[in-house]
């Protein structure tokens, strides 16, 4: 099993407008009853820093920490933090298998969309549970691409997530992660678990020009579209194909899409 992957993602405008979506109205509804003022935080995966930020506000004066794997990723959640002006927000270049902090640091140990790409999940979970106080939680949420459904059925999009599959997994991440989130806690030693899952629906015209012209971008600008082009599993030609698929998806008044999440709070 690979410890470091590469992250599919990568960090191109197209995929930093997905992620600067991201709330914990939007994207950590499954534990807003425990962020509570005074308590502290580790945000693994901090990204584009809007959840982050967005705990720092909840929390405080609570601290959070900020994590990312290299320096010019965190480099993004320390220019958000600086735009909202938050001083109760501290940053960390790690990796979330071996994280070097203390032990029972945090209150709440947190990763949104991360173990997706991580090459040992458990491992990540155990480190997780280790640095985690005793009446604290531990929280992941993770899409799972394989139960992405949508309307109409444009073949394209059928390529499209193929391609997504394909290229997730050559570098050593799980796109359906969701999915395996509750096993992977229960290997990685976690006895009390809450397992739930949650959706986000694109059913209006806001929404699926969002995600669709954000698609349409990402899959001919970013990382991914570079993997593809290089690895020679796709053409240009391909990947406009699938873009101009996105764009029609957004179009029609009557698309829609369900993207599943899977959903964990354990308790150490």
């Not at 720092?56 to 794997?69: C, K």
């Not at 070097?100 to 991580?118: K, M, R, T, Y």
């Amino acid at each position: 099993m690979r410890e470091k992957i590469t992250y599919t993602h990568g960090y191109h405008d197209s995929v930093l407008h997905s992620h600067r979506n991201r709330t914990v109205e939007n994207s950590v509804g499954y534990i807003k009853d425990r962020i509570i003022p005074g308590k502290n935080l580790l945000d693994i995966g901090s990204g584009a820093g809007t959840i982050t930020v967005d705990f720092a506000r909840r929390l405080a004066p609570g601290q959070v920490t900020a994590v990312e794997i290299t320096a010019l990723a965190l480099e993004l959640t320390k220019a958000e933090v600086e735009r909202q002006h938050l001083e109760n927000v501290n940053f960390l270049v790690g990796d979330a298998t071996t994280l070097g902090l203390p032990d029972n640091s945090f209150d709440i140990v947190h990763a949104h969309q991360v173990l997706q790409h991580v090459g040992n999940p458990v491992q990540a979970l155990r480190e997780m549970r280790r640095i985690c106080k005793p009446d604290g939680i531990v929280a992941v949420r993770d899409s799972d691409y394989g139960g992405f459904i949508w309307y109409p059925m444009i073949p394209a999009l059928d390529q499209w997530m193929k391609y997504y599959q394909e290229v997730t997994r050559s570098n050593g991440g799980e796109p359906d992660a969701g999915r395996y989130l509750l096993s992977w806690a229960q290997q990685a030693g976690f006895t009390e678990i809450k397992s739930t899952s949650s959706t986000w629906c694109l059913s209006t015209p806001g929404s699926r020009a969002w995600w669709g012209s954000m698609w349409a971008d990402r899959i001919l600008k970013s990382d991914i579209a570079d993997q593809l082009r290089n690895d020679g599993i796709a053409t240009e030609q391909d990947l406009e194909c699938i873009a101009q698929a996105w764009l029609a998806w957004a179009a029609k008044e009557d698309s829609w899409m369900s993207i599943v999440h899977g959903e964990i709070v354990c308790c150490p």
